[in-house]
């Protein structure tokens, strides 16, 4: 047992674990008037850490801001018993809060509908109702390219992990390959889905380099896989009786598929195999999040945002995959119609770890932190809720917005929670203090779509005023 020198004497037993509860030491005394900063010289003397990395600690969910002894007096908690106490590791950077529009860039002729940023934040990508995909330079926040392939309103947009290619799908169920250094579409639009495209999703870098696949979901019932070299759609996951609203390619090589017959289906990708099916849900499934988004999204671009030769991708993407995920299993949530959502551990259990319950009413996007402590959702309620990502426990509600909230992006130090809503604004929420911390209105209507870029430099917004804005600190 250890314990650490103190003027004063008194001293309480603690007990230090990491967020998924494993013990750091025994349980030892630690003086009363050990606050954050002793809390954080103690973890990284015990972890080895060469250099000293900021930490923040939680007793019963609730972050300690205070000495120890305070802590325990205020909550009228005995000496006597031991104190656990959570240690989480933060972000070396710090993402600066958004707090103005540099600009409103007119150019799309119809509502903007879905927006996003490329892996290394420095191209922005947009789809509207206008059949168009715009693409803008981000120095000068003028337009670039004005994509045109599409005969009906773009719905989605995803980037390759390693930024070379984006993709689009639309309305009438065709998915555009392009090029995003030129604005020019990499021959003719794909076919093979009969219905809107609700989702894409790419094999993640570390996996496959340079990035060939993605996986497309469709009001259909079907999702497919792609191949963008081949020009062709390679394998299709049949299975679900309705509509597939969502998809995702997990780090572990698995796709799932989120739909409105209310299952996940688990599929492998040589042989467009199901591998399991998660049930739970009473109504629809609409939004799907893993816990290790960021870094599939981001491949082996950081904040930073060095770049590094292509035969070194795969292994720095690896790398930032493998940290995130530490030696937990991959986590998936969902968000559904039933206004419920669930945790799973899809890699463990077909069971969920957790129903989490609170909304009152549909969940409508779901979203894991850059460094999968927390989940976002967003809901028709006018609320967003924040959970811990790693057992599901309700943690906050963020209360502000008058309309449905559409959807949620996360600064990339998991600091700040950004929403955008049918009210007509966008907000920043501070996750440490549980409060608003920029509200930011601007737009003459609803916002439909939010992203947050990757290096934490910039926000973007669009919805029913046609316009894109661009915010900054």
């Known amino acids: ?14 007990l230090l674990t990491d967020p998924e509860g494993t013990h750091l030491g025994s349980a030892m005394y630690i003086p009363q008037n050990a606050g954050p900063l002793q809390l954080t010289q103690l973890v990284n003397r015990f972890l080895d850490n060469e250099e000293m990395l900021p930490y923040s600690f939680y007793v019963s969910d609730e972050e300690l801001l205070v000495p120890v002894g305070t802590y325990l007096e205020k909550n009228k908690v005995s000496v006597e018993k031991v104190l656990t106490i959570v240690y989480q590791q933060q972000a070396v950077f710090r993402i600066r809060p958004v707090n103005r529009c540099s600009q409103t860039i007119a150019g799309h002729a119809e509502a903007v509908l879905c927006v996003s940023f490329s892996p290394d934040g420095k191209q922005l990508a947009s789809g509207s109702g206008d059949t168009t995909v715009r693409l803008w330079d981000l120095y000068t926040e003028t337009p670039l390219f004005t994509c045109k392939g599409h005969k009906n309103w773009v719905l989605t947009v995803a980037w390759s992990p390693d930024g070379k290619h984006l993709v689009s799908g639309s309305k009438s169920g065709e998915i555009c390959c392009w090029n995003p250094k030129k604005g020019e579409l990499e021959g003719s639009p794909l076919t093979g889905h009969k219905k809107w495209i609700t989702g894409i999703s790419w094999e993640p870098v570390h996996l496959s380099s340079p990035c060939r ?14 191949d963008i ?22 780090g572990d090589g698995i796709i799932y598929t989120g739909s409105q017959d209310c299952t996940i289906k688990m599929w492998e990708t040589t042989q467009g195999k199901l591998i399991r099916e998660l049930k739970g849900h009473g109504h629809w499934i609409n939004s799907l999040a893993l816990s290790t988004e960021y870094v599939l999204r981001t491949g082996a671009f950081d904040h930073t945002g ?11 993407a690896l790398e930032r995959y493998n940290q995130t995920k530490g030696d937990s299993p991959e986590r998936l949530v969902s968000g559904s119609d039933d206004f419920t959502m669930f945790l799973w551990e899809p890699s463990v259990s077909k069971q969920p770890k957790k129903r989490l319950t609170g909304h009152q009413q549909l969940v409508n996007h779901v979203y894991f932190s850059p460094d999968g402590k927390w989940i976002a959702s967003a809901s028709f309620d006018k609320s967003v809720r924040l959970w811990n990502g790693i057992t599901g426990q309700f943690v906050t509600t ?26 007509s604004t966008l907000k920043i929420w501070e996750i440490r203090t549980k409060k608003l911390k920029q509200d930011l209105p601007g737009h003459a209507d609803e916002v439909f779509a939010v992203d947050w870029s990757p290096d934490g430099e910039k926000v973007v917004s669009g919805g029913k005023d046609r316009v894109l804005k661009l915010w900054k600190g």
């Open 398 to 423: 963020f209360r502000g917005h008058v309309g449905p909230v559409y959807q949620v992006s996360w600064s990339a130090d998991s600091r700040l929670l950004l929403s955008g809503s049918k009210d």
């Open 213 to 226: 696949r993605f996986v497309t979901s469709s009001k259909d019932g079907d999702a497919r896989i792609w």
């Open 229 to 250: 070299t081949l020009k062709k759609s390679i394998i299709c996951l049949s299975g679900h009786t309705l509509a597939v609203t969502c998809v995702k390619w997990g």
């Open 1 to 14: 047992m250890m314990s650490m020198d103190t003027d004063e004497g008194k001293t309480v037993m603690c």
């Open 306 to 316: 060095r770049q590094y030769p292509p035969n070194e991708e795969k292994q720095k």
